[in-house]
């Protein structure tokens, strides 16, 4: 009779980076011999991959460690594991705070979780791996995709731009880029494995090779070689840094069918003064300079932004020009946040000085003002015939979701045989963040 398996549940916060790294830990568990499971009360292992851009996303992974102790208390056996972010930030603070987790590691050390699981097994006490970031990406590509046609694929991981709010600096180690060749076989290799779409990822996906040192490696060179994978129908890159987008990257989007007219360039604020303070090294000017080279080149080009309310000193008349910048450009979505100051970063020696209650309004306004550009843009859409890749039943009304090259969702009514296939839909409605649509001949 074959020994019961043991079971694993995990959990994800955060952005896409995180996301992959799930997709590592899945790999090693089910190599050590674990089967996933989607119900934590089934399981012997309880992973949570943690973010820790904001401190809402940190107080709410307190909450959730906390509701754990229970399930503990019922099963003593159960090994709680918490790693990301959260975990390379504070992992004296979870140890001190929830003495029943069991393991904490960093980002930087995935590929070590069965030995830190042995450990733990051995020494019946907690155990704590926050590593030192690697230089090499050794294990970086052993990892088990969600979708079966679509891969995340990180190019770099780690960021020099220290912008004076941020933590992902210090939680992720500075940038390092993966090897030139790494990158394009892993690549070949999806594609030869029947993956259609690949977003490239890197916390600063446009500084790629800086730090490879050979001098002619960069993101515009990476971009074109992956698209002469023919196979690869859709090539997809986040983030980008403003400071590092050129006119080259540019070309080689419009010059290659296959990669798609998406841009995500993080605004961050319209103001030069708290773009200063922020230190992201460009002024609106330049901002609108690259944003319009796009426009101009790729005429139906999406592009989406990041935008902060509230940065410490921000005056009202500082708001005014990030709400006059986002009416001029006129982005396809923005995703928007209160600031939130973060231990460590520059930003919290400065005076956190907006009141909440402006902080809110102010947020308010702008998701007002975005929300009706976005469905206005949207709108613009409704009666075009277009392809959609589909990627599963939305959570929502039981649909189907297929994405647009633009990044937007379409949700419609379909067999499940499509999923994974490339469909033409009639838009026949527009919503802020998503469209409705049916199929087309
Ligand atoms: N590397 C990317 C994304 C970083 S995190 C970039 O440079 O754009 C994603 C977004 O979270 C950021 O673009 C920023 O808008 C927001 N963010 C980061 N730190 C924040 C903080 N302390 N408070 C509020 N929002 C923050
Ligand atoms: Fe954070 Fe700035 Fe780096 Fe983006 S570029 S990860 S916002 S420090
Ligand atoms: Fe969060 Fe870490 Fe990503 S802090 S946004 S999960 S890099």
């Given at each position: 009779?074959?020994?019961l398996?043991k079971k694993f549940y995990i959990e994800?916060f955060?952005?896409?980076?995180?996301?992959?790294?799930?997709?590592?830990?899945?790999?090693?568990m089910?190599?050590?011999?674990y089967v996933r499971t989607s119900d934590p009360e089934c399981s012997e292992i309880i992973l949570i991959n943690t973010?820790?851009?904001?401190?809402?996303?940190e107080n709410k992974l307190f909450g959730h460690i906390g509701n754990l102790k229970s399930l503990k208390i019922k099963k003593p056996g159960l090994l709680i594991c918490i790693g990301?972010?959260t975990a390379?930030?504070k992992s004296a603070e979870i140890i001190n705070k929830f003495p029943y987790v069991d393991i904490v590691f960093?980002?930087?050390?995935?590929?070590?979780?069965?030995?830190l699981i042995s450990e733990r097994l051995l020494k019946n006490r907690s155990v704590c791996?926050?590593?030192?970031?690697?230089?090499?990406?050794?294990?970086?590509?052993?990892?088990?995709?969600?979708?079966?046609?679509?891969?995340?694929?990180?190019?770099?991981?780690?960021?020099?731009?220290?912008?004076?709010?941020?933590?992902?600096?210090?939680?992720?180690?500075?940038?390092?880029?993966?090897?030139?060749?790494?990158?394009?076989?892993?690549?070949?290799?999806?594609?030869?494995?029947?993956?259609?779409?690949?977003?490239?990822?890197?916390?600063?996906?446009?500084?790629?090779?800086?730090?490879?040192?050979?001098?002619?490696?960069?993101?515009?060179?990476?971009?074109?070689?992956?698209?002469?994978?023919?196979?690869?129908?859709?090539?997809?890159?986040?983030?980008?840094?403003?400071?590092?987008?050129?006119?080259?990257?540019?070309?080689?989007?419009?010059?290659?069918?296959?990669?798609?007219?998406?841009?995500?360039?993080?605004?961050?604020?319209?103001?030069?003064?708290?773009?200063?303070?922020?230190?992201?090294?460009?002024?609106?000017?330049?901002?609108?300079?690259?944003?319009?080279?796009?426009?101009?080149?790729?005429?139906?080009?999406?592009?989406?932004?990041?935008?902060?309310?509230?940065?410490?000193?921000?005056?009202?008349?500082?708001?005014?020009?990030?709400?006059?910048?986002?009416?001029?450009?006129?982005?396809?979505?923005?995703?928007?946040?209160?600031?939130?100051?973060?231990?460590?970063?520059?930003?919290?020696?400065?005076?956190?000085?907006?009141?909440?209650?402006?902080?809110?309004?102010?947020?308010?306004?702008?998701?007002?003002?975005?929300?009706?550009?976005?469905?206005?843009?949207?709108?613009?859409?409704?009666?075009?015939?277009?392809?959609?890749?589909?990627?599963?039943?939305?959570?929502?009304?039981?649909?189907?979701?297929?994405?647009?090259?633009?990044?937007?969702?379409?949700?419609?009514?379909?067999?499940?045989?499509?999923?994974?296939?490339?469909?033409?839909?009639?838009?026949?409605?527009?919503?802020?963040?998503?469209?409705?649509?049916?199929?087309?001949?």
């Amino acid at each position: 009779m074959r020994a019961l398996q043991k079971k694993f549940y995990i959990e994800t916060f955060g952005c896409q980076m995180n996301v992959f790294d799930s997709e590592r830990i899945i790999y090693i568990m089910e190599k050590e011999g674990y089967v996933r499971t989607s119900d934590p009360e089934c399981s012997e292992i309880i992973l949570i991959n943690t973010c820790s851009v904001r401190e809402k996303a940190e107080n709410k992974l307190f909450g959730h460690i906390g509701n754990l102790k229970s399930l503990k208390i019922k099963k003593p056996g159960l090994l709680i594991c918490i790693g990301g972010c959260t975990a390379q930030n504070k992992s004296a603070e979870i140890i001190n705070k929830f003495p029943y987790v069991d393991i904490v590691f960093g980002t930087a050390n995935i590929n070590k979780l069965p030995d830190l699981i042995s450990e733990r097994l051995l020494k019946n006490r907690s155990v704590c791996d926050t590593g030192d970031f690697p230089e090499t990406f050794d294990y970086l590509y052993d990892f088990k995709r969600q979708y079966s046609f679509k891969a995340l694929l990180p190019i770099m991981i780690g960021c020099n731009n220290y912008c004076s709010y941020c933590i992902v600096p210090f939680v992720r180690g500075r940038e390092r880029s993966a090897g030139f060749d790494q990158i394009i076989k892993t690549a070949e290799k999806l594609a030869g494995e029947g993956v259609v779409e690949i977003t490239l990822l890197g916390q600063n996906v446009n500084s790629y090779g800086q730090d490879l040192k050979t001098g002619h490696e960069n993101f515009a060179k990476l971009l074109s070689e992956i698209s002469q994978i023919k196979a690869l129908k859709r090539i997809r890159f986040m983030t980008s840094h403003p400071g590092d987008f050129n006119e080259d990257i540019i070309d080689v989007i419009s010059e290659n069918n296959n990669i798609m007219n998406h841009v995500h360039l993080p605004l961050q604020a319209g103001s030069d003064r708290i773009l200063k303070k922020m230190n992201r090294h460009y002024t609106s000017a330049d901002f609108k300079k690259i944003y319009y080279m796009i426009k101009e080149k790729i005429p139906d080009c999406a592009v989406t932004t990041d935008i902060i309310v509230g940065f410490p000193e921000e005056k009202e008349e500082d708001f005014l020009k990030t709400l006059k910048l986002v009416k001029e450009l006129r982005f396809n979505r923005a995703f928007t946040f209160i600031y939130s100051t973060r231990k460590g970063t520059s930003a919290e020696l400065l005076e956190d000085s907006v009141s909440a209650d402006t902080k809110r309004l102010w947020f308010r306004n702008l998701l007002e003002l975005q929300n009706k550009i976005s469905l206005e843009e949207n709108m613009k859409l409704v009666g075009k015939k277009l392809k959609v890749l589909v990627e599963g039943y939305s959570l929502k009304n039981n649909q189907l979701e297929g994405r647009l090259e633009n990044n937007l969702i379409v949700n419609f009514r379909g067999d499940e045989e499509m999923i994974g296939k490339f469909i033409k839909l009639k838009i026949t409605d527009a919503k802020s963040f998503y469209l409705k649509g049916k199929i087309s001949e």
